[in-house]
């Protein structure tokens, strides 16, 4: 089985200012990773993930996130943020193989861009 | 196309009433979920379609009842509900491999879902 923690429920940060939003996981299988983004009244939108290959993965907008599999991390960064960003972020994770490979959720974390 | 369609996207209904949430594919995936997300959580797993057929229901009560009726379409039925079901439902479809027993799912698309109201 796998899980996920999402270090941080919240995250306030000014706009134009890096910031991390942490993600471990645990599991006895490969994984698949994924960060979700969900704006206010809205649905999921996939943000980026990593299946295999090159450990660091980017978004269109600016968002990367690194697999690191000593540390079973996969941690989202972003070097300046908008305003736009607010929003709720899910780090999620399935297993490769085994009886059901389903997505688990963490938590999540609000990241609240201010002016 | 590489989106997941839910209709309605706003539902309020009495708890006496009968209605269902609908889910349409095109991406040719295999798998199909319900999710349920309270406000400020995480979603939660409702049931999991593979391939057509029943393969997980987390312990949700029988006023949901979910439908595959093909490969590209998942419905969920509703009623008799309580306030306490007011929440967003989402439904995601995604590939799922198989390799005998084992199952590898990925490419996860989830829909903008359907807000529910129960009164």
């Known amino acids: 089985a796998q899980s996920v923690t999402q270090l941080d429920s919240q995250v306030p940060v000014f706009e134009e200012a890096p910031v991390e939003l942490r993600c471990n996981y645990s599991s006895s299988v490969s994984v698949y990773l994924f960060w979700y983004v969900q704006y206010p009244n809205q649905g999921l939108q996939l943000l980026l993930k990593y299946l295999s290959g090159s450990t660091l993965v980017e978004s269109i907008n600016g968002f990367e996130a690194e697999f690191n599999k000593s540390q079973t991390s996969f941690h989202l960064r972003k070097p300046s943020v908008h305003i736009s960003d607010t929003a709720e972020y899910f780090c999620a994770v399935t297993g490769y193989g085994g009886s059901q490979g389903n997505l688990i959720f963490g938590k999540g974390t609000k990241l609240s861009v201010k002016p | 196309d590489t989106e997941v369609t839910q209709t309605p996207k706003h539902l309020v209904m009495g708890m006496t009433n009968k209605k269902s949430l609908k889910c349409e594919q095109h991406?040719?995936?295999?798998?199909m979920y319900w999710y349920k997300q309270k406000a400020k959580k995480p979603p939660e797993l409702m049931f999991v379609?593979?391939?057509?057929?029943?393969?997980i229901n987390e312990s949700v009560p029988s006023r949901f009842s979910p439908e595959c009726p093909n490969s590209s379409l998942l419905n969920l039925h509703l009623h008799a509900l309580q306030p306490e079901d007011s929440a967003l439902y989402l439904c995601?479809?995604?590939?799922?491999?198989?390799?005998?027993?084992?199952?590898?799912?990925?490419?996860?698309?989830f829909g903008s879902g359907t807000r529910l109201t129960v009164v």
């Open positions: 379609y593979s391939y057509e057929k029943l393969s």
């Open positions: 995601a479809s995604s590939q799922d491999e198989r390799q005998g027993r084992s199952h590898t799912n990925y490419g996860y698309t």
């Open positions: 991406m040719g995936h295999r798998a």
